[in-house]
């Protein structure tokens, strides 16, 4: 079973910008149909994204106590960082796209240059010298 763009969204807790961010970075390998649709194996999503964990709804008694200060500290940093991460794989796709656009136009302006010279056009003069 393969995963769809936003299937692996709902499976990892991911946003799909940055699901097809990591896919065009080229973190995560990916197929695309005629359609244009993604369908990606599930351990290939996996290696980078964890499993999204779900969780019930449990009554407030059976909750667990409150987290220590540590705690939210930690999952703070670490949401930090998983957003850090995903604009760094978006940055990445932008660099890349870049260097594709610079190199096009060096090969354009490279055949420019290398290409024959322009004629010079010869004006005659009818009268005079």
């Keep these: 079973m393969v995963y769809t763009l936003g299937e692996a969204e709902q499976a990892t807790g991911k946003s799909r910008s940055t699901i097809c961010a990591a896919i065009k970075s080229g973190r995560i390998a990916a197929r695309k149909d005629a359609t244009g649709m993604f369908h990606i194996d599930p351990s290939e999503l996996h290696r980078i994204y964890p499993r999204?964990?779900?969780t019930e709804h449990k009554p407030a008694s059976?909750?667990?106590?409150?987290?220590?200060?540590?705690?939210?500290?930690?999952?703070?940093?670490q949401a930090r960082l998983d957003a850090a991460?995903?604009?760094?794989?978006?940055k990445d796709s932008?660099?890349?796209?870049?260097?594709?656009d610079r190199d096009r136009w060096r090969q354009q302006a490279t055949a420019l240059l290398t290409g024959p010279p322009p004629r010079k056009r010869r004006i005659f003069r009818l009268f005079g010298r």
Excluded: C, M
């Excluded at 991460?85 to 978006?90: F, G, I, K, S, V």
């Design 85 to 90: 991460q995903a604009r760094l794989a978006e």
């Design 62 to 77: 059976a909750r667990p106590p409150e987290d220590s200060g540590a705690e939210a500290a930690l999952r703070e940093v």
């Design 94 to 100: 932008l660099i890349a796209d870049l260097r594709e």
């Design 52 to 54: 999204r964990v779900y």
